[in-house]
């Protein structure tokens, strides 16, 4: 469950931001990079020499969204949707 919740996080993430930047290398490359927390992506605009600036806001949510996630790892942060832990039990 572990890797087909973070291969289904980076491809929803992937092809959101893609069609948002309407570049496949900065979607799949930056949401990876994020996810990992493995520091830059490839190419010109997210690269080693580039910066997320160029990035158009929604994006940049997105992906810090994606280093949130990948930063508490993915079972806690799935956790955090699970009803049962919000019910204080007497």
């Not at 973070?6 to 949401?31: C, H, P, Q, W």
């Not at 994006?59 to 810090?64: N, W």
Request: proline share 3%; net charge negative.
């Amino acid at each position: 469950m572990f890797v087909f919740f973070y291969i289904a996080i980076i491809i929803i993430s992937g092809l959101i931001i893609s069609v948002l930047e309407e570049n496949t290398l900065v979607g799949i490359t930056g949401t990876i990079s994020t996810v990992g927390n493995i520091g830059p992506g490839l190419g010109h605009i997210i690269g080693p020499l580039g910066s997320y600036d160029s990035l158009k806001n929604f994006s940049k949510i997105i992906l810090t969204l994606d280093m949130y996630i990948g930063r508490l790892e993915l079972i806690p942060f799935l956790v955090l949707f699970q009803k049962d832990l919000w019910h204080i039990k007497n």
